[in-house]
């Protein structure tokens, strides 16, 4: 009966270390956008600078004629490019391509420190965004930030692995 045991308490092992983890946590295993949560509230200071970026996001692409199409994972990169300020994220919400909101990614700001990048991804299996899904960014600061935002969605066909990315632009 012990060997039985022994077996059964392998498997057991086996199959909880077969997991997928998850992309999107941080080593500790807290949500990456909720580990940057700003434990106060955004006052007037953090505001002086404001804007929404448009980011287009590819979660599947066409292939052929015959309408046969490759899901991609795409992967959300918001970076601080300031040396001095912090940048204050209010909003990352994600919509498809019919315009419907998804799913809103925060429930309260986000701070970038200086220089710091967050990065959040939709995995490959995730088909509610369709070949035109967008994230709406919006975000503050005391002074005026160029922050880099883009995708970068990576994807396959057969035994060729592709990848491309796209740019966030200001539409405020």
Not at 130 to 136: E, M, Q, R, T, Y
Not at 142 to 157: F, H, S
Request: glycine share 6%.
């Amino acid at each position: 009966m012990k060997i039985y045991n022994c077996i059964l308490y392998l498997l057991i092992l086996l199959f909880a270390g077969c997991g997928s983890p998850d992309p999107n946590a941080t080593k500790k295993g807290v949500d990456e956008l909720k580990s940057l949560e700003l434990d106060r509230a955004l006052s007037e200071k953090d505001k002086k600078y404001e804007d929404v970026v448009y980011v287009p996001i590819y979660s599947d692409i066409y292939l052929s004629r015959n309408d046969q199409s490759s899901l991609l994972s795409a992967t959300l990169s918001i970076r601080n490019t300031s040396f001095n300020d912090s940048l204050f994220i209010s909003i990352i919400d994600y919509y498809n391509t019919e315009g419907d909101l998804v799913r809103s990614y925060i429930d309260q700001p986000i701070v970038l420190s200086p220089m710091a990048t967050v990065n959040y991804v939709i995995e490959r299996e995730d088909k509610s965004g369709g070949p035109g899904a967008n994230f709406i960014v919006k975000m503050y600061s005391d002074n005026e930030i160029k922050p880099l935002i883009q995708a970068v969605m990576i994807g396959l066909n057969g035994n060729k692995g592709f990848a491309f990315s796209t740019d966030g632009y200001s539409i405020e």
